[in-house]
């Protein structure tokens, strides 16, 4: 099968890969580009694992064709953090103790980046929501959603 060269921006730096017209980009990332930040959980878009930034929209690596992001630009959870200066978002997880086993955590940073752009002030129930998509089987949820909204606060320059 003839491969496809792919000419993109991920986390700010100018890419090229060649890939299979039916490979997805949560496999380029891991496995052309080494870019294994992006965990793969389900393979079917339910559970948030593989979640990226796709031209400032916010996608399941595994139902996206990484031929679909020629001229486009992908951020992944590698490209969140300035330098070795964390993200609030990683921050505040870190400081709550929202993390344990490591699968959903790089899915949930993106998706809470992406919610705290969106809505830098949201509510305890819009976050629920935004991160519904994003599945945790250890944490129990409270801690990630409390995170979030402490990170929200803090990059609003609100008193915490």
């Known amino acids: 099968m003839k491969k496809i060269h792919v000419s993109t921006t991920i986390n700010g730096q100018a890419e090229q890969f060649l890939c299979e017209p039916q490979q997805v980009l949560s496999d380029v990332l891991r496995t052309n580009l080494n870019l294994t930040g992006t965990k793969?959980?389900?393979?079917?878009?339910?559970?948030?694992?593989?979640?990226?930034?796709?031209?400032g929209t916010l996608v399941c690596a595994c139902l996206v064709l990484a031929a679909e992001v020629e001229g486009k630009t992908v951020l992944t959870v590698e490209g969140v953090a300035?330098?070795?200066?964390?993200?609030?978002v990683q921050q505040k997880l870190l400081e709550h103790a929202a993390l344990q086993c490591g699968i959903c955590t790089p899915g949930i940073v993106v998706a809470a980046k992406a919610l705290l752009e969106k809505n830098p002030d949201p509510s305890e129930e819009e976050a629920r929501y935004w991160l519904a998509g994003n599945l945790c089987r250890c944490t129990?949820?409270?801690?990630?959603?409390?995170?979030?909204?402490?990170?929200?606060?803090?990059?609003?320059?609100?008193?915490?």
């Open 40 to 55: 793969e959980g389900c393979t079917t878009g339910d559970c948030g694992a593989c979640s990226v930034m796709l031209d």
């Open 82 to 88: 300035e330098g070795n200066a964390l993200h609030p």
């Open 140 to 160: 129990g949820y409270d801690k990630i959603i409390r995170a979030v909204l402490d990170a929200g606060a803090q990059m609003r320059g609100a008193k915490v």
